[in-house]
């Protein structure tokens, strides 16, 4: 059975070249936020790890907090689209998964994330999970794809 403390957290949709570069322990556990709405990252980090040989445990974003509140999480790894001395461009949840890391002193590496050609999603992602509303009509949604992680958090 993996041993989830000192877990690996995965956040964003990484790159599978970057996937491929990935080596947890041989009882390591490797969590791997969704990455709602389009629950993208889940599905293809997912896929990339398995072809690894490695087993991911899916989570929901939020769920990251009560990993880290447990002491559960090691090591994070956040898609990067770009970084500079001030910091990095990820996708949206990094910034969270940043502060949370630096918080409980646990080393976050970046990691190339699969090219994005959008900032900002649709309101209509977030209102709907897997083709459901969820949210009453005329309800808006804010859909920012990508956030600045400020480098101290890194």
Request: hydrophobic share 45%; aromatic share 6%; net charge positive.
């Amino acid at each position: 059975m993996p041993d989830s403390r000192g877990a690996l957290l995965i956040q964003g949709v990484l790159d599978d070249l970057a996937i491929k570069k990935i080596k947890p322990g041989k009882k390591q556990t490797v969590f791997v936020c969704e990455g709602r709405p389009s629950l993208e990252a889940g599905k293809l980090n997912a896929k990339a790890l398995l072809k690894q040989g490695i087993t991911p445990t899916i989570i929901c974003d939020n769920m990251a907090g009560f990993l880290f509140f447990k002491k559960m999480v090691g090591r994070v790894i956040l898609a990067c689209q770009y970084a500079d001395k001030g910091g990095a461009l990820c996708d949206t949840g990094a910034l969270v998964c940043a502060v949370l890391a630096k918080t409980h002193q646990v080393p976050v590496q970046l990691m190339p994330a699969r090219a994005r050609t959008r900032f900002l999603g649709s309101p209509g992602d977030i209102l709907s999970f897997e083709g459901k509303a969820i949210a009453p009509k005329g309800t808006q949604g804010y859909v920012p794809l990508v956030e600045w992680v400020s480098g101290k958090y890194l």
